[in-house]
């Protein structure tokens, strides 16, 4: 199918597809010794054998299904191609989850069309659930679980709010993500760091966390995640962290703006002209 025929709803088919074949492969991978192959930032951000295979399995099958796309993936994948799509890949999203044997980790796919992220796919491995986003005419996301719609949890006061968040690999900036935590915590419910980015923007989506902060995230690890909460009802805000990195801020539309300030005045984000 030619770029100018391809609908959004069959680029995310496409994406389906060919998560569903990578997570049966880490699945079963997963069954089977799994150790480090190498590092990378840091001592402590890893990378199996089992991303690498499952990456080269995700470009394998796009690349016979639409050759001339763009592909950028975790583990080293980056091919600006010739068409106006662009796939964005985390071939496993909780590395160190999956190195222990622990949940959650998934597969991440994302489409972009020039620029802007179109479908979206993130499916967690170990319990099968599948999170899709599609945009629509206009800007329009319709997002779903298991085929299902979803929506973000319902207004509540910050002090009840269930926040995730993550750690970036490198200690310094992990040092300052640290600091933000503690001031915050004494304003929410609770925090939650279960390790993939990607599940973490679908858990803001189907309103089991009430919002999420990280710094430090790659486009591999939020692209398709973003899209899926943006369907649901939250929004999404890319800025620049404490540490310098990219941050991702995401809650509902109608707490965004407390919780964004919350997240400010704790120290998560880079003071303005930094
Ligand atoms: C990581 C996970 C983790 C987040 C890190 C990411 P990876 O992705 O999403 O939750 O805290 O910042 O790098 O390395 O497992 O693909």
């Known amino acids: 199918m ?10 995310l088919e496409l994406a389906v597809d060919v998560a569903r074949e990578a997570a049966a492969l880490v699945r079963e991978r997963r069954r089977e010794h799994v150790d480090v192959a190498a590092t990378k930032t840091s001592a402590t951000d890893v990378v199996t054998l089992v991303d690498r295979e499952s990456e080269a399995l995700i470009r394998g099958r796009i690349h016979d299904a ?16 010739t068409s106006t799509v662009r796939w964005i890949v985390d ?18 796919i994302a489409a972009e069309r020039e620029g802007v992220v179109v479908a979206g796919v993130v499916l967690d491995v170990p319990t099968d659930t599948e999170y899709t986003a599609v945009r629509g005419s206009g800007d329009g996301v319709t997002s779903r679980r298991d085929g299902e719609p979803i929506s973000v949890r319902e207004d509540t006061p910050l002090a009840e709010w269930l926040v995730g968040t993550g750690f970036n690999y490198v200690p310094e900036v992990r040092a300052l993500q640290a600091q933000a935590i503690a001031r915050l915590l004494p304003t929410i419910r609770d925090i939650r760091r279960m390790g993939s980015a990607a599940l973490d923007l679908c858990r803001v989506a189907e309103g089991t ?3 999420y902060v990280e710094e430090g995230l790659h486009p591999w ?3 398709a995640g973003a899209l899926v909460a943006q ?6 805000e890319l800025t620049r962290g404490v540490g310098g990195r990219v941050a991702v801020i995401c809650a509902p539309e109608h707490g965004f703006r407390t919780f964004r300030d919350a997240v400010d005045g704790a120290g998560f ?3 303005p002209g930094e």
């Open 91 to 108: 071939p496993i999203d909780g590395t160190v989850n999956f190195l222990y044997g622990l949940a959650p980790y998934a597969v991440s």
């Open 209 to 211: 966390y009430d919002g």
């Open 231 to 236: 369907g649901a009802g939250a929004t999404v």
């Open 2 to 11: 030619t770029e100018a025929t391809i609908t959004n709803t069959e680029l």
């Open 221 to 223: 690890d939020h692209s």
């Open 66 to 81: 639409r050759p001339d796309d763009g592909f950028l993936g975790e583990e080293g994948s980056d091919d600006a191609g």
């Open 269 to 271: 984000l880079a003071a």
